[in-house]
């Protein structure tokens, strides 16, 4: 199911004005056996996107904002994979409405 701009901005919203409601539950340790790490290099537009993806789920939206829009310029001047800019996209309309929206409760 796809969701609109509006609809996945109003979701952040109340995940926003909600997530001090739940208290943590504590888990029991995980027990693991080895685990092989693999290492590689993230493309620097990439790299930045999850840090913009990452401030916006901290509830650091303005400088989620700042960051993705910096990247749209980027993508204007460089094309992008489609997921990138699909992603860009949703990304800059929840940080742009959701101080629009917190201003309604």
Do not use: C
């Amino acid at each position: 199911m796809q969701k609109s701009a509006d609809m996945i901005a109003s979701d952040m919203h109340a995940w926003v004005r909600n997530r001090s409601r739940f208290a943590p539950v504590p888990l029991p340790p995980l027990v693991t056996g080895k685990v092989q790490v693999e290492v590689s290099d993230v493309p620097e537009f990439s790299a930045q996107l999850i840090l913009g993806d990452l401030l916006l789920a901290s509830g650091e939206l303005e400088r989620a904002e700042k960051l993705y829009r910096e990247l749209a310029r980027a993508r204007r001047s460089q094309p992008t994979s489609p997921p990138h800019s699909a992603r860009l996209r949703s990304a800059e309309a929840i940080t742009t409405r959701a101080p629009a929206l917190e201003a309604r409760d």
